[in-house]
């Protein structure tokens, strides 16, 4: 789920990010952030919000509120900065940014959006269910990769495997998402199941083929031939005209 984090303690801007985690009863969510510029951590949902869901048409009128995207200085990352319209002209727009220090900055009207109005994740409705998971394939669910398509298919925030209650657990911010993964759970176990025979079966092949393959390259040196025939009228064909 992609949202924008903002560090009131240190500047006011919201750092694009994504969230991996939801700690409802904490009020907190696992975040990582575009780029890696800073490790994942725990941020309390009133620090978090969605992105704007529709950009809204650039009002540039002097004393108009916009949020710029820039980064503070020189080799640090974007954010996006409440600043005020001075002035615009062709594509360009000076901005004041407010604070204990206000100064004044050209910035491209591409940088540029009006404030989102989106609310803090702390005013948003979780919703969570635990869906017990079958003792064979409790260890194949510890792969985040193979819940991918059922979470996107369902709309989840997020699907994650709990060893200690094994169980896969559901984090959605509607109850839509909630009855459709209780309508689609079982399938989702079953294709799981099947994954996991199928993975378990090739590993075995694997297994089974390596002294074999071992025991043939220690023949050949690592060379393998083999000759065959066909008839004539077949090249040009089976074969290139040249005969290979």
Known sequence: MEVEVVFPEICGAFYKANVLDIDVNAGKCLVTFENGWKPNCWIELQYVRHPPKQLEELDLTPG????AYLPFKDGEPQGW?????TKSKGEVANILFGGDQQYTDLVEHNSLRMPNQSPPLSKVQFYQKEFPSPIEIQDF?????????FRTKIKALSVTYDSEKTSLLVLADNHECIQKAEILIDMHFSDLSTQATLRSRTERAAQRLQPIETHVLQETSGVIEEKFYIHSECIGFAMGKQGW
């Open 64 to 67: 108009s509120k916009v949020e």
């Open 81 to 85: 900065w409440l600043a005020t319209v």
């Open 141 to 149: 669910c510890r792969d985040p990769k193979v819940h991918h398509n």
